[in-house]
Nanobody, 126 residues
C-alpha cells in the first residue's frame, strides 16, 4: 500500500484548503485513515481520523469544528477540508492508514497506523 498526500500550500489566515490522501494497492473495504501534522520543533499531533466502513470520525481538539475528514471509496481517497485556517495550523501534514476499523480511543496514536504518506506542507500566514 502506498499513500500519496497532496493539496498543501500557502494561504492567508481565515482561508480554506483541502488535502487529499490517495491510497494505491489493495481495495480498502475495511480501513482507517488518519491525518497528523508536525510543526518545526514540535511533536507529531493528531488531526483527524475516519473509519471507511462506517464513516466514524474523530478530531483533535485544536481542529474540531474547523476541519472535516471524509473518504471516497470509489477513488480510494481520503480528504481533509480545512476551514478557518490559523497561523498555528502551519505544519507538514501526513496521512496514515491501516487495515481494519480502529476504535476511537486508538485513532490519535501514530503507532496504530501501518502506512504513511510523504507529507504535504501547509503554511498559513497572518
Amino acid at each position: 500500500v502506498q499513500l500519496q498526500a497532496s493539496g498543501g500550500g500557502l494561504v492567508q489566515a481565515g482561508e480554506s484548503l483541502r488535502l487529499s490522501c490517495a491510497a494505491s494497492g489493495r481495495t480498502f473495504s475495511s480501513w482507517t485513515t488518519g491525518w497528523f501534522r508536525q510543526a518545526p520543533g514540535q511533536d507529531r499531533e493528531f488531526v483527524a481520523s475516519i473509519r471507511w466502513g462506517d464513516s466514524k470520525t474523530y478530531y483533535g481538539d485544536s481542529v474540531k469544528g474547523r476541519f472535516i475528514i471524509s473518504r471516497d471509496k470509489t477513488k480510494n481517497t481520503a480528504s481533509l477540508q480545512m476551514n478557518s485556517l490559523k497561523p498555528e495550523d502551519t505544519a507538514v501534514y501526513y496521512c496514515a492508514g491501516r487495515y481494519g476499523n480502529l476504535i476511537v480511543g486508538v485513532m490519535p496514536t501514530p503507532s496504530a497506523y501501518d502506512y504513511w504518506g510523504q507529507g504535504t506542507l501547509v503554511t498559513v500566514s497572518s
